[in-house]
């Protein structure tokens, strides 16, 4: 077995996303969330493809997936078609990937990219520049995929962290000639549904595309200092939001959800006690969406009962009070 170790370090900010996943996680499990209907899981499933889709430039979007799946004819370029139907595939089989096998992930590559590129499964064998990163030399791949999965099925760390430090050392070194952002998102997938299924429920990707330009500077930060500490930061921050999401889109019926306009005095209520609150802590407070909150808050202002001083990252909230 060989010791390589790809080189990360733990920060508060990751201490403390790690520590609200994991209890995002156990509230989601008590309601029952993973035995969300079919519709709801296929709607996810949709949202995760045209995501990890869209980042790549395929624009055929949630609608035409939605018929491809449903064996429709859809208009699109024969390459377009072709990465969709190669996604839907790839993630078909999410559940039967070992994460820790190096051949379940060529094989994943060959499924996905099988009709787009004669190399399908099987490592570059020229040189790639991906911005200003130089990704390593061709003949170094085999080796450093090797090493990579060896500290992936042997390593002692948080299974939530080595899904982000996957990630981003499988970017660093981007063994294949294309396909590498679809298949590093996938993996990640892949990690965090064998930590927990409640994973495959997620749609992280449409997530982390709703944050492209984040997604790519936390990989570039993480590749100027030499580690993946700000990407491990940046796709916990994502895996994060899209928990929050699922617990406002997929709620199970049996799950009421809040009376809104009990919610509304409430967000007034927590406000007149600290104006400094973000937005992120008042959803963790009610335990819903960020988006959810910022839907409350548009409608607050909207009646003019709270006003924001100043920006949303230094000001501070004022609620209005009438005589």
Request: include cysteine; hydrophobic fraction near 40%; proline fraction near 4%.
């Amino acid at each position: 077995m060989n010791n390589y170790t790809p080189p990360y370090k733990i920060t508060s900010k990751i201490l403390k996303l790690s520590t609200q996943i994991s209890e995002e996680l156990t509230k989601l499990q008590f309601t029952g969330v993973e035995k969300v209907n079919p519709m709801l899981r296929k709607k996810n499933r949709i949202k995760t493809l045209a995501g990890t889709l869209e980042i790549e430039g395929n624009f055929l979007g949630e609608e035409k997936i939605t018929a491809i799946l449903d064996g429709k004819r859809v208009l699109g370029t024969v390459k377009e078609l072709a990465e969709v139907q190669g996604a839907i595939k790839a993630y078909e089989k999410l559940d039967s990937y070992r994460y820790f096998e190096l051949d379940d992930l060529l094989l994943a590559h060959k499924i996905l990219m099988d009709e787009i590129l004669t190399t399908a499964g099987s490592f570059r064998s020229v040189n790639v520049k991906v911005g200003e990163h130089i990704a390593p030399q061709p003949n170094m791949v085999n080796e450093l995929m090797i090493n990579l999965f060896s500290w992936l099925k042997n390593s002692d760390e948080h299974m939530l962290l080595k899904s982000c430090i996957f990630h981003y050392e499988f970017e660093f070194i981007h063994p294949f000639s294309d396909g590498n952002g679809r298949i590093g998102r996938l993996w990640q997938s892949v990690i965090l549904n064998s930590f927990n299924p409640i994973f495959s429920l997620l749609p992280t990707e449409s997530i982390v595309r709703d944050y492209q330009e984040e997604y790519y500077k936390a990989i570039e930060d993480s590749t100027q200092i030499g580690e993946s500490t700000p990407f491990i930061e940046f796709m916990l921050e994502m895996i994060f939001k899209s928990i929050q999401n699922i617990k406002d889109d997929n709620v199970p019926i049996n799950v009421p959800k809040d009376d809104p306009i009990k919610r509304l005095d409430k967000i007034i209520e927590i406000i007149s006690e600290n104006k400094d609150i973000t937005i992120l802590e008042l959803a963790n407070k009610l335990n819903v969406a960020d988006k959810t909150i910022k839907r409350d808050i548009a409608k607050l202002k909207e009646q003019n009962r709270i006003i924001r001083v100043g920006s949303l990252k230094s000001g501070h909230w004022e609620v209005k009070v009438y005589e």
